[in-house]
């Protein structure tokens, strides 16, 4: 699902909201996502998961058209772990 489609969707379930306030919204909502894993805080959206920044060291990598060996320096990147109600939807007890 692509962010217009979840606005689409929003908006379809929820007549009394126009879609450009539906837009803003979630728009607001992963800004603020972003905003606060660029500080470095953790965001749990209880039920569903948890993102949070991990670093990923310094390394040496490789140029695959080349070969070369190339300096990789440190990084943070995004992290998601699911939440224990998420999980149990996507794989249902029988």
């Known amino acids: 699902m692509t962010k217009s489609e979840l606005i689409a969707r ?7 909201l126009f879609q ?14 972003t905003i606060a894993l660029a500080r470095g805080d953790r965001v749990e959206l209880r039920g569903f998961g ?8 310094a390394r040496v990598g490789r140029n695959p058209r080349t070969g070369e060996s190339v300096q990789v320096s440190a990084k943070y990147i995004p992290y998601f772990k699911s939440g224990k109600q998420l999980r149990e939807k996507l794989n249902p007890k029988p």
Do not use: C, M, Y
């Open 10 to 16: 929003l908006a379809e379930a929820n007549p009394h």
């Open 20 to 33: 450009r306030d539906v837009e803003r919204i979630v728009t607001t909502i992963f800004d603020e996502i």
């Open 50 to 57: 948890a993102f949070s920044a991990k670093q990923r060291g």
